[in-house]
């Protein structure tokens, strides 16, 4: 029978090895994608990814599973981990690592799809950061609105104006790929 996240928590935090690598193994990586999407930095994703199920296991009392899900309780961890590493870097990071496609030679339509995803990503990192966000955990993690506001701290009527702002420019930025 597979043990609910609470009771994989509490034995965690009890130095349960088993019970932390199965809540990290159903977890790590949406909070993982959200992290990187924060940081642009596959580094500092993964230094906050530990960080969020590390604080997990140091403070299980912190996470509450009446106020919200796991994964939207790490999600909130993750953001707050990224804004205290802004705070506290002294200087900007160096360039962003960009991520390289290779599309198998004579398949146009591998082409195709590979420059439309890229126009995609291009597009959504174009967002306002506050856009990308809720976008990203509203549309691709597929939470609620509630959830999307309570990770953001904002009401969920700003998060609704954050995605139709959000999606009135991508619609703006993706209207060349758009078929006719």
């Known amino acids: 029978m597979a043990r609910t996240d609470a009771e994989l928590i509490a034995a965690a935090a009890k130095g349960d090895g088993i019970a932390f690598q199965l809540l990290y193994e159903r977890h790590w990586q949406p909070v993982y994608r959200f992290a990187w999407l ?3 930095s596959v580094s500092d994703a993964e230094d906050i990814t530990q960080e969020c199920f590390l604080a997990l296991v140091r403070k ?4 509450d599973a009446r106020r919200s ?3 939207t309780w790490l999600f909130a961890v993750a953001r707050n981990q990224h804004l205290l590493r802004c705070r506290n870097r002294t200087q900007q ?3 962003d690592e960009e991520d390289t496609y290779q599309a198998p030679a004579g398949l146009v339509e591998e082409l195709i799809r590979l420059e439309t995803a890229g126009a995609v990503r291009r597009a959504v990192e174009a967002l306002p950061r506050a856009q990308r966000e809720a976008l990203y955990l509203f549309e691709f993690e597929g939470l609620s609105l509630a959830d999307t506001a309570a990770i953001l701290r904002i009401e969920p009527n700003a998060v609704k104006a954050r995605l139709f702002r959000a999606r009135e420019q ?4 993706l209207a060349p790929y758009k078929r006719g």
């Open 38 to 40: 924060l940081t642009r």
């Open 60 to 63: 299980p009392a912190s996470f």
């Open 93 to 95: 990071a160096g360039p």
């Open 170 to 173: 991508l619609r703006g930025l």
């Open 69 to 71: 899900q796991l994964r």
